[in-house]
């Protein structure tokens, strides 16, 4: 199965047992389970910001496009100055 298939399963199977646990339940577990979506959703923001911020830190150097991108920039400088723009 892909990912997004594994994904839909997980949630569809998770939002199924959180149903019939707030359904089912009496006293302060009823209280409990009603709050599990917004700590689902703290949870996952988290994780998410953590991602973001990983992959911001271990920022990858890549030479050959350093090198590529240096190339477009001093053909681009030579074409506006062939064009009459000072740089």
């Not at 594994?6 to 199977?13: D, G, K, M, Q």
């Not at 703290?42 to 830190?57: Q, T």
Request: net charge positive; charged share 20%; proline share 2%.
């Amino acid at each position: 199965m892909s990912r997004g298939t594994n994904l839909f399963v997980a949630f569809s199977i998770s939002i199924i047992i959180w149903i019939i646990t707030l359904f089912l339940s009496t006293g302060y577990v009823k209280e409990i389970t009603k709050s599990i979506p917004t700590y689902a959703l703290i949870l996952y923001f988290s994780y998410a910001l953590f991602k973001v911020g990983g992959d911001l830190a271990q920022l990858k150097d890549y030479p050959e496009e350093a090198q590529s991108l240096q190339k477009e920039v001093e053909q681009a400088k030579r074409f506006y100055q062939e064009k009459g723009l000072k740089l």
